[in-house]
């Protein structure tokens, strides 16, 4: 009991000066394991908002093609091309066929959009009436149907005679949806001189007795990447998936069939983005660590200082070096973890509740927090056991620095960093994206 009794007496008689230690090592275990928790998903959600939010156009690539007779073999080989270029690269990809032609709506012609798209269901709501069930039937969207005058109910006749009867009106969720291509008429309901689309089934631009009536009767493959996959650890993989893609389309030997989209320019500017954001990140990082060095530096030589003529008492006693630099380095270890227990727990909830509030997704572990913690823990521990070596070699000046003094001076450079490296990491948060 007697050298647990000691090591407490020891600590009390330094104890303001412990507790600094104990203090500075939390500030920098926060801010670190905020800095280093918040790196992922920061920039995880910046490149992911930075490809989003480019357009459709720009977010998106689309494969074109006429729609071949063999409709389904076309479609099946344009997926397991599209498959073997994105290998690992998760996507879906929205198929649909467009064309336009002339109806005839109370006597009076017009020209429209015909869409066969099976998905808008999941996209769009019914503004009117019901979907479509049958060749024979229509929905149309709300601002085609204002722009012809119809409503659920009226008849559309094709130049071959068949009628299509508008069962219902409907209105995209999001017209600027990437799954759309910036198609103008999906929220304006015309594109050029034909209003629509009115959403038909398959057969009515396959099954047609007059291959004159309709124009441009194309098929697309929109391929819209997985929101998982645009961050930057993703971003190259997606690079290289599109030049395959791209190569693929071309070897295949369908002349007709072409690539469209700015996604791989996207993707390339995302990524140069999130480089130099990566950098960014790392200077606070840095910062908050050189000058939390320098300050546990301080304070740990101000505690060895202090006990230097009880370091010369022990030794004439006969306590050896190593077994003083070992108490030191467990009072050392002791304190620093406290603070970084303190420090790591803080982040954490600081990272679990502070990110979900800038639209960012939290993670879900607490790893780098932890991590982070036990490193600086055992970093102050070993910094401190160093200074006190130095210091048992050192002759005894008869003099100890002041305690407070030394506090003081060593919190003031720990405190501007901490400020800079916050006011920086605010404004980076406040941004949404690098």
């Known amino acids: 009991m007697a050298r647990p009794a000691f090591a407490g007496r020891r600590a009390r008689s330094r104890s303001g000066q412990l507790a600094a230690f104990g203090a500075v090592v939390m500030l ?5 394991a905020v800095l280093g928790g918040a790196v992922s998903p920061v920039l995880e959600s910046g490149s992911r908002t930075l490809v989003q939010q480019s357009g459709a156009a720009a977010a998106t690539l689309r494969i074109i093609a006429p729609l071949a007779s063999d409709a389904v073999s076309q479609d099946a080989a344009v997926r397991e091309l599209t498959a073997t270029a994105l290998r690992d690269v998760a996507a879906d990809v929205v198929r649909s066929v467009s064309a336009s032609t002339s109806v005839t709506v109370d006597g009076a012609e017009a ?29 149309v969207t709300d601002a085609a149907a204002a722009r012809l005058g119809i409503a659920p109910g009226a008849v559309l006749t094709l130049p071959d005679g068949r009628e299509l009867t508008v069962t219902g009106v409907w ?12 198609d103008p008429s999906i929220g304006s309901g015309a594109a050029g001189d034909a209003a629509g689309p009115l959403l038909v089934d398959a057969s009515v631009l396959t099954d047609r007795s007059d291959a004159t009536m309709l124009r441009d009767v194309m098929a697309h493959w929109s391929i819209i990447p997985a929101a998982d996959g645009l961050g930057p650890a993703g971003l ?8 395959r893609l791209d190569t693929e389309l071309r070897r295949s030997g369908g002349g007709s069939a072409s690539l469209t989209g700015d996604l791989a320019a996207t993707v390339a500017r995302a990524t140069e983005v999130s480089a130099v954001a990566a ?37 004439a006693r006969g306590a050896s070096a ?22 790591g727990g803080a982040a ?21 927090p932890v991590l982070v913690a036990a490193g600086v823990a055992v970093a102050a521990a070993v910094l401190a056991t160093i200074v006190t070596v130095v210091e048992l070699r050192a002759p005894v000046t008869g003099r100890a620095e002041s305690g407070r003094a030394a506090v003081l001076a060593a919190l003031g450079p720990l ?19 690098p």
């Open 28 to 32: 920098v275990s926060a801010a670190l």
């Open 111 to 139: 020209r429209v959009l015909l869409l066969v798209d099976p998905g808008v269901t999941e996209a769009a709501d019914l503004v009117a009436g019901a979907w479509p069930s049958g060749a024979a039937e229509t929905a």
């Open 171 to 182: 209105h995209p969720r999001d017209a600027a949806a990437a799954r759309w291509f910036d």
């Open 236 to 243: 190259p993989a997606l690079a290289d998936a599109i030049a």
């Open 279 to 315: 950098g960014v990140l790392g200077l606070p990082l840095v910062l908050v660590a050189l000058a939390g060095a320098i300050v546990l530096g301080l304070i740990a030589r101000a505690i060895a200082a202090g006990r230097g003529p009880e370091f010369v008492l022990l030794r």
């Open 322 to 343: 190593r077994a003083l630099t070992g108490a030191a380095a467990r009072e050392s270890l002791a304190v620093a973890a406290l603070g970084a227990a303190a420090g």
């Open 348 to 368: 954490v909830g600081v990272l679990r509740l502070g990110l979900p509030l800038l639209g960012i997704r939290a993670e879900e572990g607490v790893l780098v």
């Open 415 to 433: 405190l501007l960093v901490l400020v800079s490296a916050g006011l920086a990491l605010a404004q980076f948060l406040s941004l949404g994206s």
